[in-house]
T-cell receptor, first 116, second 119 residues
């Protein structure tokens, strides 16, 4: 079974530029998450999708971050304009769920962003 | 609000030593799930175990064992006879039961414990 795919693996940009990350979850997983992991910290949830609807985006900085999950499969996370503090690894995860029962999250390898 | 505390930032042991990673959690829910994930240098988080709040039985899987104590809100992880390949950052995480039918609940992670196993 293929795992969660993410691209690009690495990205270096100047501050105020824009960047986009792509995620393809495990086939059949209805729930998709984007986490931000700053060096030395635990992952922090940015946004959670159930199919193509947003379940939780309370910690997404909406003035600069946006995410979409068209057709309930792939997802894109965009940052525009980027700030120095956005330097982090952006992790995508997916899980199955049935009636509120949470399956374990499967993570991709992450996209490492460096903002100069 | 949910919170997970991993007080040990970094632990170094010599191969074959046993090591315990501590995890303390806070939640107001009576139904919740606890997880441990391993993050090797490659960066991908690897699922190790999941427990639900109604099952306090300890679990053993090979060299790994987990001790869940609801009375102290702890979910500690022990590696017996550690090996160099165990070197990684280990995260404890908490998830409350989905509030809406058909929706999964997010994971709240601790800050992680870096385990270094040397020869």
């Amino acid at each position: 079974e293929a795992g969660v795919a993410q691209s690009p693996r690495y990205k270096i940009i100047e501050k105020r530029q824009s960047v986009a990350f792509w995620c393809n979850p495990i086939s059949g997983h209805a729930t998709l998450y984007w986490y931000q992991q700053i060096l030395g910290q635990g992952p922090k949830l940015l946004i959670q999708f159930q199919n193509n609807g947003v379940v939780d985006d309370s910690q997404l900085p909406k003035d600069r971050f946006s995410a979409e999950r068209l057709k309930g499969v792939d997802s894109t996370l965009k940052i525009q304009p980027a700030k120095l503090e956005d330097s982090a690894v952006y992790l995508c995860a997916s899980s199955w769920n049935r009636g509120g029962y949470t399956g374990e999250l499967f993570f991709g390898e992450g996209s490492r962003l460096t903002v100069l | 609000a949910q919170k997970v505390t991993q007080a040990q930032t970094e632990i170094s042991v010599v191969e074959k030593e046993d090591v315990t990673l501590d995890c303390v959690y806070e939640t107001r829910d009576t139904t919740y799930y606890l997880f441990w994930y391993k993050q090797p240098p490659s960066g991908e988080l690897v699922f190790l175990i999941r427990r639900n709040s109604f099952d306090e039985q300890n679990e053993i899987s090979g060299r790994y064992s987990w001790n869940f104590q609801k009375s102290t809100s702890s979910f500690n992880f022990t590696i017996t006879a550690s090996q160099v390949v165990d070197s990684a950052v280990y995260f404890c995480a908490l998830s409350e039961a989905g509030k809406k039918t058909g929706t999964a609940s997010k994971l709240t992670f601790g800050t992680g414990t870096r385990l270094q196993v040397t020869l």
